[in-house]
């Protein structure tokens, strides 16, 4: 099973999250690229931390909004949206080949997640620009759009469940800012993990949720208990 989290996500002077204490728990990680976080030495910093802990590198995706945070959708024409994304894996690709390695998947970020899974024309744009770019793996939600496209494309794809994230009934996720969208405690996402465990080949920990270290920690020792091999998919 592999554990993944958002990492790279400060930016200058600004600091979010605690990147070092949490890339040793994890197996894989989802880079920011500059466009909705991260700048130059801080991802630079980033990836030269993940190729030291073994860590799989991913370039995470997203709208260009620092702003915002690439939470916000912003409708794109297609051709940009594409351009946009190869811009995002080239540079995170460059400042990975420096630190010794390559990024060996793709992940949309917030506003763009969502947005490849209810809008058509994006997620064929972010999937065209990750073939023009030579194929690489994407992640998303089992079943999702997004990751039909993908495989339609011709795309190995990752499954991915959310262990610190509310489920609605209807398996979506509980939008950011209601009540239950943040498992905040590390015993109950551990537990959701392992629930989730047997349906998808990653497991996800936002690297900017409070306590995100003790997250991930309590994931890997819940999983181990269970039996479940830590892993990186890649």
């Not at 989290?5 to 989802?30: I, Q």
């Not at 910093?45 to 997203?62: N, P, W, Y």
């Not at 794109?76 to 894996?89: F, G, I, M, N, S």
């Not at 390695?101 to 994006?122: C, F, W």
């Amino acid at each position: 099973m592999d554990l993944n989290a958002d990492v790279g996500e400060s930016f200058g002077r600004w600091t979010l999250g605690d990147d070092a204490a949490l890339l040793p728990h994890l197996t894989s990680a989802n880079v920011a690229c500059g466009f909705h976080a991260g700048d130059p030495l801080t991802l630079r910093r980033t990836v030269a931390m993940c190729v030291s802990h073994g860590v799989v590198i991913g370039a995470q995706v997203g709208y260009r909004d620092l702003a915002g945070f690439g939470r916000r959708f912003i409708d794109l024409p297609a051709a940009e949206l594409t351009a946009d994304v190869l811009y995002q894996l080239g540079a995170l690709e460059g400042l990975a080949r420096v630190a010794g390695d390559r990024i060996r998947y793709v992940k949309p970020h917030g506003a763009l997640y969502h947005a490849v899974n209810v809008r058509p024309e994006q997620a064929q744009a972010v999937v065209d620009a990750v073939v023009e770019y030579g194929g690489l793996p994407v992640m998303g939600m089992p079943d999702s759009p997004f990751l039909l496209v993908a495989q339609a494309a011709g795309l190995p794809v990752v499954t991915e469940g959310f262990a610190d994230r509310g489920y609605t009934p209807e398996g979506g996720l509980v939008p950011r800012g209601r009540p239950g969208a943040l498992l905040d405690d590390p015993a109950a996402a551990a537990e959701q993990a392992v629930r989730l465990a047997p349906s998808v080949d990653s497991l996800c920990v936002h690297g900017d949720s409070p306590g995100a270290t003790d997250i991930a920690a309590a994931i890997r020792s819940a999983l181990d208990a269970e039996g479940i091999e830590v892993a990186a998919f890649a």
